[in-house]
T-cell receptor, first 113, second 115 residues
Framework: KNQVEQSPQSLIILEGKNCTLQCNYTVSPFSNLRWYKQDTGRGPVSLTIMTFSENTKSNGRYTATLDADTKQSSLHITASQLSDSASYICVVSVSFNDYKLSFGAGTTVTVRA | GAVVSQHPSRVICKSGTSVKIECRSLDFQATTMFWYRQFPKQSLMLMATSNEGSKATYEQGVEKDKFLINHASLTLSTLTVTSAHPEDSSFYIC???????????FGPGTRLTVT
């Protein structure tokens, strides 16, 4: 069973609108949680990284939140642009020195004009 | 920021031939590099972990004799797909772990098509 679950699987939004993606994880012990953006045919690019003690982290129009108690994270995209169309992947790592990353299946976001 | 490159970005080969994919960390040293495979509409799946100067560690179900990994230096790892078959067609992505910060950085991926 995947230890990182993302929802929704895909969504379509109009340009300029906001959207929120969800990530629930069961990975333990938890080290950090990352959100990546993956354009079609490209490698993942890091958007945010949060440790256990951080509740929110912003990167431009992207804001990630983390609730380590409920093991939930969200990624909020504000004022979406056509270039935001991509797959957004939630990735959780077990401990600081453990290289094993647990990947969510991703949420495919399509922004339409 | 840290940059990881992959070469080639895409390759088409015939069944039975071998293909080599390079992964380089351009501005940092990586004692550990990782090779992932990604099928359409699926997430990345770790294939193997490449450690500089030692043998790679393969995930369960990944044939080490088919996917040869060499990590000859702190900035270069190679993945060779031997005797490629059409089912090996996939998107191969590497990542490199900075030896000082432990952060992982992903390459842009290599699209392999076996005809």
């Amino acid at each position: 069973k995947n230890q990182v679950e993302q929802s929704p699987q895909s969504l379509i939004i109009l340009e300029g609108k906001n959207c929120t993606l969800q990530c629930n994880y069961t990975v333990s012990p938890f080290s950090n949680l990352r959100w990546y953006k993956q354009d079609t045919g490209r490698g993942p690019v890091s958007l945010t990284i949060m440790t256990f003690s951080e509740n929110t982290k912003s990167n431009g129009r992207y804001t990630a939140t983390l609730d380590a108690d409920t093991k939930q994270s969200s990624l909020h995209i504000t004022a979406s642009q056509l270039s935001d169309s991509a797959s957004y992947i939630c990735v959780v790592s077990v401990s600081f020195n453990d290289y094993k990353l647990s990947f969510g299946a991703g949420t495919t976001v399509t922004v339409r004009a | 920021g840290a940059v990881v490159s992959q070469h080639p970005s895409r390759v088409i080969c015939k069944s039975g031939t071998s293909v080599k994919i390079e992964c380089r960390s351009l501005d940092f040293q990586a004692t550990t590099m990782f090779w992932y495979r990604q099928f359409p509409k699926q997430s990345l799946m770790l294939m193997a972990t490449s450690n500089e100067g030692s043998k790679a560690t393969y995930e369960q179900g990944v044939e080490k004799d088919k996917f040869l990994i060499n990590h000859a230096s702190l900035t270069l790892s190679t993945l060779t797909v031997t005797s490629a078959h059409p089912e090996d067609s996939s998107f191969y992505i590497c990542s490199a772990r900075d030896r000082t910060s432990y952060e992982q950085y992903f390459g842009p991926g290599t699209r392999l098509t076996v005809t």
